[in-house]
């Protein structure tokens, strides 16, 4: 790589990445990777497609089986991780769900499950690695996934307005504090992209139409198309970027 872009590298660097085994964070696990990253996934669920690509890049992944729902699974997270890489660097805080439903019926059971995961275990995860970060003196990376609903209220689903909007703020909360031992704490925030996350809303003649017709770039975004951001966040390159979310989002916030 010539000098002048090697500090857009991860090589020797190690990812830890929630949600890797769907999506948009498959995405940035096999990026990653192709960057020089080792990365461990963390899912409910086997990522084996996740290791197949990154394996066939010639790549190093680990998987962690847990449930991001419960705080409790922090401390083997943090185990599993060590014994298999001395130290990670950079943490992406990608898993989230999202639940659709009138503000007038969610129940609060509906509204803890989203809440518990996309923003407390964004939190609790990001202070887990933040301690280590601060006793090694090392710095660290940490890049949560954040949002067009951080900046817009949406329609039927305000716990995932809630959280989503709770991550931007704990974006720059985070990066106030922890700024002055080189820990990066940014956001990306997704604009309409072609997930799972959005897949009752692409079935959804009338509402795809509408988004679709609202993206200046004309298309749903893919996840190839946060890789970039998700890269650079996580480089020697954003050293000085600081509590900002930055939005890939096919120009959907400057209309
Ligand atoms: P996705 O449904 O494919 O991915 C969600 C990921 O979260 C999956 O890997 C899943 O295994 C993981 N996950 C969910 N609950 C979990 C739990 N209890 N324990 C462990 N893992 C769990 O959808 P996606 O679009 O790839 O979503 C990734 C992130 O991007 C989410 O935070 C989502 O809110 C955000 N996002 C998506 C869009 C979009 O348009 N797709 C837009 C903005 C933000």
Redesign the pocket.
Known sequence: MPQNLSMFSLEGKTALV????????QGICTAYAAAGANVIG????SCQETAEKIVSLGGNFTEII????DINAIPLILQKAESAYSRVDILVN?????KRCDAADVSMEDWDSVIN??EKMVFFLSQAFAKNWIADSKGGKIIN????LSYQGGIRVPS?TAS?SAVMGLTRALANEWAKYNINVNAI?????A????QNLRSDEQRSEEILDRIPAGRW?T?EDITGAAIFLASDAAAYIHGFTLAVDGGWLAR
């Not at 929630?18 to 964070?25: C, E, I, Q, S, Y």
């Not at 990608?94 to 999202?98: C, D, E, V």
């Open positions: 929630t949600g890797a085994n769907t999506g948009l964070g963390v899912a409910r669920r847990a449930d991001l729902s990608n898993a989230g769900i999202i995961i996309n996934i954040a949002s067009m995932y989503k925030a997704p604009g309409y992209m997930t799972n996350n959005t975004g996840p």
